[in-house]
């Protein structure tokens, strides 16, 4: 009687007597040798641990052995049919310039997990080398930069030698000014707003209005030593008024895509006055990213007044909630979405009230720009958009209040002998935020989406070339600091 090559089943012979009990021979090895495929953990499906039996809960992606008695886990083994596995640890983390990247480190510890949290700020922090002296000049000086990604604003630290510029400014190659700030002074930061254009080169400089100031510089290794990098820009060069780019670096020592302290505030300027009024008046904001929520404060010369609100531009109440009083603050809670514009207005109730106004400068000095959100006019009941601003000082987003997002790829090395991908599963937390998996593939031309969807545990992975190797990209995001989306299990599995 012949046997199969692998497993060893039995195979009648053509005429053979009493054929049947080979064939049930081969059932009964069939208990073992088949993979058991359900939802949630063995015992409480009623599946008997047979020797040698295997099971995988498609839920989890964890793997069961039996041993006669009970059902054990194991993530990897080298019997039965050939399938491996390999599990996300926190002991795997590695950070690079472009994310976070998790290298495989042969364990089963199950108690890892990657979050958000695990890619911090320094990542998105690019540093020149400190000054290593100063000269007295006049025009522009500073440094080329490059964004990696699109861009709506980068934090400019001024060096530490540097001192007595009036001026920071964000500047094409050809030198036209696109925005500008007053000089936040030695070692301090301050935020310039532009829409700029990933792989495309700008230069961030300070000057002092045509007279002369002190700026510090770095010379000697930065020319071998550019470029200095971080997640989302580049320092690729310094720059100097005669030279677009230059193997010195000059009066700025820091680019960043960090939030400074007081960037997710939108300050307008002090009441000027007041008056009696009766109606909803306030300022008109526009929100850059997708908000839950947004903290107003009253101006200092309203009183009076009774609420609060959100509406949209034809005046619809959004939410509204009791006003706090003048120079406190409130929390209007409702989806806001990027680009679009909302008013942020106070009343009372029909009645008359006293609201602070700002006059004459405002209508030059709008829009009065934050991280997240920008006051781009004031309002009254008749006009949608004015040039004075009433009643609102100040409008602030918070971290919690702003959609955070990270993006971290998991990746092992090829494995050595592979007939078939077999599946791919994942375990994750995502209360309050979302956790998205997506497979991508390397057929030796570079590592590109298996397909543009995320995937569900379990999924099966045999329609992939076995010539190829996989690997996967987690998509966190969250808009409440207290949420905590994270991976805990990732398993490829092939048959070798």
Known sequence: MAETPNHGYNVPEEGEKNWHEPLNDNVEAFEVDIEIRDEGEPGDNGYDPTAGSKYLDTASGTVYLGDGSDWEEAFSFDTGNGTSGEILTDTAYTFSESGVTVEHQNTQVVSGRLGIADIPDEEKVATRPSDTGSMTEVGKYGLVIEPKVDLEWVTVQVSENT????????????????????????????????????????????????????????????????????EEVDIVAGTTPSSTQYTRAYAISEVSTVVPSDGRVASRPSDTTSMTEVGKYGLVIESKVDLRAIGVTVSENTSGESTVYLTDLARNVL?????????NSTTLYYPMSAGTEYRVVVDNGGDEYSLGRRGGIDNTDFPFRAIDVDIVGGTTPSATQFTVAYAISEVETFPWGTKESATATVEWDEPSSISQWESATFQHGAAGGTVEVFVEVDDGNGWEDWQPE???????????????????????????????????????????
């Open 319 to 327: 939410t509204s909630e009791p006003s706090p009083g003048a120079g």
């Open 454 to 496: 995320s995937i569900a545990p379990g999924t099966n992975l045999s329609a992939i070339s076995p010539d190829a190797n996989v690997r996967f990209r987690l998509e966190l995001s969250r808009f409440a600091s207290g949420d905590n989306p994270y991976a805990t299990l990732l398993t490829r599995q092939w048959r070798s």
């Open 163 to 230: 001192s007595g510029e009036s001026t920071v400014y964000l500047t094409d190659r050809a030198r036209n000014v696109l925005t500008s700030e007053p000089s936040p002074g030695t070692g301090n930061s301050t935020v310039l707003h532009y829409s700029m254009s990933a792989g495309t080169e700008y230069r961030v400089v300070v000057d002092n209005g045509g007279d002369e100031y002190s700026l510090g510089r770095r010379t000697g290794i930065d020319s071998p030593d550019f470029p200095f990098t971080s």
